[in-house]
């Protein structure tokens, strides 16, 4: 008889499709029959204008949001099947930072550590510190960062859990050069990790040659982004020209 499995293995997953995924608000539609397949080890990004359902689809990755068509499976499984244990594997960066200013930068980090059961609390508040290049501002209250050091911390209390699925929605939105290099280069070490990341941006200039697949949707409605020649800001204005599917 072969093993049972171990309950790490139980709760983590290689990849994320997502299939046939509508979403309306009343008479709007947010998105609709979008399918997309998302592997260990890669980055995709959401492309699109305001309001394209760019956000509507990462909250449904993260289970915030239900579709009201489609599924999504995480490995094998819907995320109704995987209960509370999903989430524990979701890390996400939105739009709010969800860190406390009264705080320092270790106390935030500890605080969301030890909300998710973290024990090894003190060398992981390390870890994430040092990632973040924080270090020296340890215990420093958050009120006093720069938007670029509040974002560089927000990235690491959304991955103090060590998720096999990273959401971020539009992370360079007012960073300098400097942060969004520091940014860039975190993301690329977590995806060499083998996270599973999916990132909405409007950034084509720092997304070109750090997404693995790109999409666009529009009017809900989603399309790849087809790979090849040409900057990716050109190869987006190329799949919006050619239409998206009805």
Not at 63 to 69: D, E, K
Not at 156 to 168: C, F, G, N, Q, S
Not at 211 to 237: F, M, S, T
Request: with cysteine.
């Amino acid at each position: 008889m072969s093993p049972a499995p171990s309950s790490d293995r139980l709760s983590d997953f290689e990849v994320v499709t997502v299939t046939g995924i509508s979403r309306f608000y009343g008479r709007r539609r947010a998105l609709s029959k979008v399918s997309l397949e998302c592997r260990t080890g890669t980055m995709t990004g959401l492309f699109g204008p305001n309001g394209a359902g760019k956000s509507t689809l990462l909250g449904i990755l993260s289970t915030v949001i239900q579709p009201s068509q489609g599924v999504v499976r995480y490995g094998k499984r819907p995320a109704d099947e995987w209960g509370d244990v999903l989430r524990a594997r979701v890390g996400v960066l939105g739009h709010d930072l969800f860190l406390y200013g009264d705080l320092t930068a270790r106390e935030n980090l500890e605080f969301f550590g030890r909300l998710h059961g973290i024990t090894r609390i003190t060398a992981r508040t390390d870890e994430a510190l040092s990632a973040a290049r924080l270090t020296d501002r340890a215990g420093d209250r958050v009120a006093a960062f720069s938007r670029g050091l509040r974002q560089r911390l927000a990235l690491e209390r959304a991955l103090i859990h060590d998720p096999r699925l990273v959401l971020l929605d539009e992370p360079f939105t007012g960073l300098d050069d400097a942060s969004t290099g520091l940014l860039t280069e975190r993301l690329r070490a977590l995806r060499t990790s083998g996270a599973i990341i999916v990132m909405a941006t409007h950034d084509f200039d720092t997304a070109d040659g750090l997404v693995d697949q790109a999409v666009c949707l529009e009017n809900g409605r989603l399309a790849p982004i087809a790979a090849g020649e040409g900057r990716l800001r050109e190869r987006y204005r190329r799949a919006l020209d050619e239409g998206l599917p009805r």
